[in-house]
């Protein structure tokens, strides 16, 4: 009987931990490294959001500044100023925010910059 009461709250503890969303969280990191402290959200909060400032091109980083946390709307934040970019990324899974890598959403930027290099040649 013991054992069939230990199984059944082993059950309704494993459900509720199913249910909860837990997210990477750090503050303004210089490194993706310093950015894998795990924690579980709020009931309110729905999506794990990264936020990646950064100066440079590519994976040229000459400065870059990670945000990562537990959100209750997913905020829509993509854009560049010369070699300077501000993304936002949001997802709804187990620690879904593992990256802080900006991917195509930095190449979209940069293709901004490729008319007025081929304007100085």
């Known amino acids: 009987m013991k054992a069939l009461l ?4 082993a059950l309704i503890l494993c459900a509720e931990q199913a249910n909860a969303l837990y997210c990477y969280t750090c503050e303004w990191e210089q490194s ?41 709307s997913c905020p829509y934040h993509n854009f560049s100023l010369g070699l300077a970019t501000y993304t936002s990324y949001c997802c709804q899974t187990f620690l879904c ?4 890598c900006p991917g195509p959403r930095l190449a979209r930027g940069l293709l901004h910059l490729q008319p007025k290099a081929a304007m100085r040649l």
Not at 6 to 9: G, K, N, P, S, T
Not at 97 to 100: E, G
Request: aromatic content about 8%; charged content about 20%; overall charge positive.
């Open 6 to 9: 230990l199984a059944v709250l």
């Open 32 to 72: 993706n490294w310093s950015c894998l402290k795990a924690q579980k959200c709020s009931d309110k909060d729905e999506y794990c959001v990264t936020n990646v400032a950064s100066v440079g091109i590519g994976f040229l980083s000459l400065w870059k500044r990670i945000t990562k946390k537990c959100s209750g």
């Open 97 to 100: 925010n593992l990256s802080a």
